[in-house]
């Protein structure tokens, strides 16, 4: 697998983001198995793990099968594209011993072109990679990590400050290429002029606080400043991991909310039977095997 990071916008098409990315190995580990990848309308973070180079080859697997897709049309569109990758690690593991076990986090936004209603933004997630919302000098974590410290957060048994340094604070539950089937976060957000994104691997959110990062996107308004700023802020603490973030400014859309009440509606899809994926059904036969399980989170 390649070394570059993926970037394929295409200037003739108009954007609704201007994007701004960086990325770096740290100060200890040896080799960067965070991807990341840029379309015209959608960007992706990927986080691997795995021995003998399997982290990065999950990872870029992850970003190449979401930027190599058109224009979506529905956020069950953008969640079957990260079941596809999902099962695209599974089987390179099976062809390569070496590769027996990789894994990676994936979280993605892209526009998304319904029929039915206004150009909105979809955004995925599974694992601890994060996605932010930067909006009226507030900072929003839309995403909810799928860690071990995040589910003993919402049971009550750590608090947020005691999670910083809990032994276990590296236990995912939940990534692409581990488990046989797996559950999708899913949101769809309204497009506002102004809004910025922030996607990022946890070597950022491990190493800088919410308050920090909140600054830095305040005060450096050009994206690929700020995501170069983040990057650096995260290597003057101790950049014991892979960082790794993507800034993006809504260039389009609405000018402002019809509310100051910022809610986040969260779908939970998995394929019912996911073993049909591997039976050489089309997407949207895939899609119909989606359910959903609607929640809310407000900030």
Known sequence: MSNKHINTQNESQPSVFKCGAATHVGNVRISNQDKYGLTTNLMAVADGMGGHNGGEVAAEIAVTTLTASSRLQSIN?????????????????????????????????????????????????????????????????????????????????????????????????????????????????????????????????????????????????????????????????????????????????KEKRNSSYIQFDVQTLSPEEDKKFSEGKTPNALISLVEKITKSRTT
């Open 77 to 253: 569109e953008f969640a079957y594209l990260v079941q596809k990758a999902h099962h695209l690690i599974q089987a390179r593991a099976q062809e390569n011993i070496n590769l027996d076990g990789m894994g990676t986090t994936l979280c993605a936004l892209s526009e998304i072109n319904t029929k039915e209603t206004s150009k909105r933004i979809g955004a995925v997630n599974v694992g601890d990679s994060r996605i932010y919302l930067f909006t009226n000098n507030v900072l929003h974590q839309v995403s909810i990590d799928h860690s071990l410290v995040q589910e003993l957060i919402d049971t009550g048994k750590i608090s947020k400050i005691e999670a910083k340094s809990h032994p276990h604070r590296n236990v995912i539950t939940r990534s692409l290429g581990h488990q046989p089937i797996i559950e999708v976060d899913a949101w769809e957000i309204d497009l506002i002029i102004g809004d910025r994104y922030l996607l990022c691997s946890d070597g950022l959110t491990n190493e800088i606080s919410d308050m920090e990062i909140a600054e830095i996107l305040s005060t450096k308004s050009d994206p690929q400043q700020a995501a170069d700023q983040l990057i650096h802020s995260a290597l003057e603490n101790e950049g014991l991991d892979n960082v790794t973030a993507i800034v993006a400014d809504v260039l389009s859309g």
